[in-house]
């Protein structure tokens, strides 16, 4: 297969078709994959930055007392915040494990703001350096010169008594998203080429291997039709060659002409047998026959054929016998024609395939719901190693021994087919100068035929 084109071209295309596929496939899965992902980090993000939020609203609304006013309950609330305009800590208080714990960590920051967003109270590092007034939009997404993004959350804060405070604003840093996220898109970018590359060799050797099946296919087409070429060629030559001598005779007696005649009709009949034969085949391959299945004796099949094929026998000096193992009647369901031609090629077969003085058994015996044809000779068998191709079209285990009988090789490939078409099978178990046996089984039917 590697030595051919075709056969190479079209395992490409198919090789490429299978990974721009799954190139698009892997593409598409990437994206969706990496915006699942950051959706799902997006909200555990904002549902984090709310439960924070939400817990530092609940504990500073009861110790607001006047609006606009810090007072020192909220300074103790809040350690470590510095009041806008006073001078802050340098270092950072020690971390208490209280509410406050989440915001003290250095992704998150803090404010209080008036009515008026004038910031009061800052805690933390803050993303938009010294501020006096901010903006009070609920949710808001700050990005700073450095690249860096930070999300924050502003509630409103109501004294106890229910009046407006002032608002309430903790922002987080998006530093570990934007980096986790970073990271997905490198394994991807990464991970895709080298999955395509992988995904492209595994294409390329599955493609060989679905490539294989047809290309058999294709070799067999291609010896069928070269067998069959050979085998037409050589009865149209031989009529080519009789007319091209009789041609150049000028003078012909009636004897001769009818010579002349006599062997264009061998050829002819033989090319027209030929031919009928691919045309079956062909059918069968095609499951398109449209023979008339109806309960057939198998008995008097058996006697018929055997009575046909007595003179073939004595012609050949090979005794044929019949043996019934059952004391009943065997129906098959079957075309009549094709059983006749499917036993008769068997029983031929062992003829021709047998020297002067050999002998042919047929045997009928029943296994279960099944006819069992037993064909068994004395010729001159058939080594292990051919046993399997015997079935072949055109193959032949004594080539020169079939073109003398009139054999084209097609016998048992017709056999096998009508076998196949009866839902039955043909077995065979041969040695060398020693014979063959060849058992066909085919279903039985309990129906038999209607008399009229």
């Known amino acids: 297969m590697h030595q051919n084109k075709l056969f190479n071209q079209t395992r490409l295309r198919l090789a490429a078709s299978y990974g721009g596929v799954m190139a698009i496939i892997l593409g598409l899965s990437g994206i969706g994959f990496y915006r699942i992902m950051a959706h799902a980090n997006w909200q555990a993000t904002q549902h984090e930055l709310e439960y924070t ?34 001078t802050c800590p340098v270092n950072d208080p020690p971390k208490q494990r209280n509410l406050l714990a989440p915001v ?4 998150y920051y803090l404010r209080l703001t008036d009515r008026s967003g004038q910031v009061l109270v800052m805690m933390g590092e803050q993303p938009e350096g010294k501020l006096t007034h901010v903006s009070l939009q609920p949710w808001q997404t700050i990005a700073t010169p450095d690249g860096n993004r930070f999300l924050q959350l502003t ?20 530093q570990d998203l934007d980096d986790h996220l970073a990271t997905i898109r490198l394994v991807l970018l990464l991970g895709l080429p080298l999955a395509l590359v992988a995904i492209t060799a595994a ?34 030559a031989a009529i080519r060659a009789t007319l091209e001598a009789t041609l150049q005779e000028p003078d012909l007696s009636p004897t001769e002409t009818r010579n002349t005649l006599q062997v ?26 449209s023979g008339k299945y109806e309960p057939c004796c198998l008995n008097d099949v058996i006697a018929d054929l055997t009575e046909e094929l007595t003179g073939l026998a004595l012609k050949a000096n090979v005794l044929l016998t019949t043996e019934i193992q059952v004391d009943h009647l ?49 010729g001159i068998g058939i080594a292990a190693g051919e046993q399997r191709r015997i079935f072949d079209r055109f193959y032949r285990v004594n080539s020169d021994r079939s ?50």
Request: a positive charge.
């Open 203 to 236: 294409s390329w050797w599955l493609s060989g291997l679905a490539m294989q099946p047809i290309y058999r296919s294709y070799r067999q087409i291609q010896q069928f039709t070269a067998d069959a070429a050979h085998e037409l060629r050589t009865p149209l």
């Open 104 to 107: 003290q960590s250095s992704s």
């Open 403 to 452: 073109r003398q009988s009139g054999g084209s090789g097609l016998g048992l490939a017709i056999a096998q087919a009508i076998a196949r078409s009866h839902h039955g099978e043909i077995k065979v178990q041969s040695e060398p100068d020693k014979g063959s046996l060849f058992t066909l089984r085919l279903p039985l039917t309990n129906s038999q035929p209607v008399d009229d």
């Open 155 to 174: 509630r409103v804060l109501n004294t106890t008594t229910g009046r407006p405070w002032g608002y309430l604003q903790v922002g987080r840093s998006l």
């Open 330 to 378: 065997l129906y098959v369901l079957a075309d009549a024609a094709q059983l006749y031609r499917l036993i008769g090629n068997l029983m031929t077969n062992a003829i021709q395939y047998t020297p002067a003085g050999g002998k042919v058994w047929v045997m009928v015996s029943q296994d279960d719901q099944f006819a069992v044809i037993q064909i068994q000779d004395t």
């Open 53 to 86: 939020t939400g817990k530092l609203h609940t504990a500073l609304e009861p110790v607001l007392k006047q609006p606009d006013q810090v007072e020192a309950r909220i300074e103790k609330l809040l350690p470590g915040c510095c009041r806008v305009g006073t």
């Open 264 to 289: 264009i009709e061998r050829q002819s009949n033989r090319l027209a047998q030929l031919v009928q034969d691919l045309l079956l085949l062909s059918r069968m391959d095609l499951q398109a026959t």
